[in-house]
């Protein structure tokens, strides 16, 4: 959430997202109450295609997963993602709709 000079925090403003492992993202959202928004943990900068392991965005965008964290340190650290492929998943997210909880800077 951004806020400009000129507002104040709002609890209105606020979305409530979690961000489950992959194989219970399409469970939960059946659970959850609809106002808490669901996450996928990461996917690939591609579009649709065979990368084993990954969850693409078309899979994402069928399964009306709304949001995608990237960067998070772990990937950047344990999995050497670079700043410039957290670039290439965050523009290949919001090509396809997505939005993106973007990480920068932890890494504790």
Not at 58 to 84: C, K, M, N
Request: hydrophobic letters at 40%; a negative charge.
């Amino acid at each position: 959430m951004v806020l400009q000079s000129s507002e104040r925090w709002n609890p209105t403003h606020l979305e409530v997202v979690i961000a489950p492992p992959s194989p219970y993202l399409i469970p939960l959202q059946g659970i959850v109450r609809s106002e808490v928004k669901i996450s996928a943990q990461n996917c690939y900068c591609k579009p649709s295609g065979a990368f084993t392991g990954e969850i693409s965005l078309a899979q994402l965008h069928d399964a009306e997963i709304p949001y995608v964290t990237l960067g998070h340190s772990e990937r950047r650290t344990i999995f050497h993602e670079t700043s410039e492929l957290v670039a290439q998943k965050t523009k290949a997210a919001l090509d396809t709709s997505l939005s993106v909880i973007l990480c920068v800077g932890e890494t504790l």
